[in-house]
Nanobody, 124 residues
């Protein structure tokens, strides 16, 4: 079992930067991929960025490319999402997810573990 705890959400202004953290723990922590999803009010949960845990290879959705960066600290079992040039449309609940498998996916249903979410509001 893996537990994920996100932190770092905040109320910011358009153009600001923010870093989200997701600390993973568990008696036998072993994951293949970790990712960030987001869900705005009234919308489906959508993939934002993912990272292969062993290699560090990142993946991004088109809207995140060039503005967001995902990274991980394997010593601390923590994954980060660095968000730059935030826009009002980035306002959402951001969720950390972990997949025990090594096949990368952007589908939320393929992920085995989820955090409780952290909220970002971007004001214009």
């Amino acid at each position: 079992q893996v537990q994920l705890v996100e932190s770092g959400g905040d109320l910011v202004q358009a153009g600001d930067s923010l870093t989200l953290s997701c600390a993973a723990s568990g008696s036998s922590f072993s994951v293949g991929v970790m990712a960030w999803f987001r869900q705005a009010f009234g919308t489906e949960r959508e993939f934002v960025a993912g990272i292969r845990w062993q290699s560090g290879t990142p993946y991004y959705t088109n809207s995140a490319k060039g503005r967001f960066a995902i990274s991980r600290d394997t010593a601390k079992n923590t994954v980060f999402l660095h968000l730059n040039s935030l826009k009002p449309e980035d306002t959402a609940d951001y969720y950390c997810a972990a997949d025990r498998g090594v096949v990368f996916s952007t589908r939320a249903t393929d992920y085995d573990y989820w955090g409780q979410g952290t909220h970002i509001t971007v004001s214009s």
